[in-house]
């Protein structure tokens, strides 16, 4: 299991490809603010094991809405909560979750993951990583090369 920020979830979603997160995890939690997000921004259906988490609110959860957007909020304090680790992308998140002790993942970490299962040729994770460039996500060209680079060296 682990719990997931929306960014990611959006590019999966809008690429259709919801199964490199499906191979690695038999559930991904999300909070309330974040579903909302998904709605919003969410052209299909959301897979089954997607599942709306509750968050509790504590003085954690009132911090983190005071130096980030509700869905990220909500996400490091789910995590917090279930001690899970996280999907997020966002640099100042990610920032914020590491020093609060939350194991991250991002993107890549999920085409790396799925390339390491065999789930994702070298040849597919690439284009994979251009589509998603090509839809807007922000990712430093320097990222994905050393991405590319480090799926080089597991064929």
Same mark, same amino acid.
């Given at each position: 299991?682990?719990?997931?920020?929306?960014?990611?979830?959006?590019?999966?979603?809008?690429?259709?490809?919801?199964? &490199?997160?499906?191979? @690695?995890?038999?559930?991904?939690?999300?909070?309330?603010?974040?579903?909302?997000?998904? #709605?919003? %921004? !969410? $052209?299909?259906?959301?897979?089954?094991?997607?599942?709306?988490?509750?968050?509790?609110?504590?003085?954690?959860?009132?911090?983190?809405?005071?130096?980030?957007?509700?869905?990220?909020?909500?996400?490091?304090?789910?995590? &917090?909560?279930?001690? @899970?680790?996280?999907?997020?992308?966002?640099?100042?998140?990610?920032?914020?979750?590491? #020093?609060? %002790? !939350? $194991?991250?993942?991002?993107?890549?970490?999920?085409?790396?993951?799925?390339?390491?299962?065999?789930?994702?040729?070298?040849?597919?994770?690439?284009?994979?990583?251009?589509?998603?460039?090509?839809?807007?996500?922000?990712?430093?060209?320097?990222?994905?090369?050393?991405?590319?680079?480090?799926?080089?060296?597991?064929?």
């Amino acid at each position: 299991m682990i719990v997931s920020d929306a960014s990611t979830l959006i590019v999966l979603s809008d690429l259709d490809r919801w199964e &490199l997160l499906g191979n @690695l995890f038999d559930r991904v939690l999300i909070p309330p603010q974040v579903d909302r997000e998904l #709605r919003r %921004g !969410v $052209k299909t259906d959301t897979p089954e094991w997607l599942q709306v988490q509750p968050v509790r609110e504590d003085d954690t959860l009132k911090l983190l809405r005071h130096l980030l957007d509700p869905g990220e909020s909500e996400a490091i304090a789910l995590a &917090l909560q279930t001690g @899970l680790p996280l999907i997020i992308d966002e640099k100042k998140g990610r920032a914020i979750a590491r #020093r609060k %002790g !939350v $194991k991250i993942m991002g993107l890549l970490g999920v085409v790396y993951a799925n390339a390491r299962k065999g789930f994702l040729a070298l040849d597919e994770a690439e284009v994979f990583m251009t589509s998603v460039r090509n839809h807007g996500f922000r990712i430093h060209p320097k990222l994905i090369d050393a991405l590319i680079r480090k799926l080089k060296g597991l064929a």
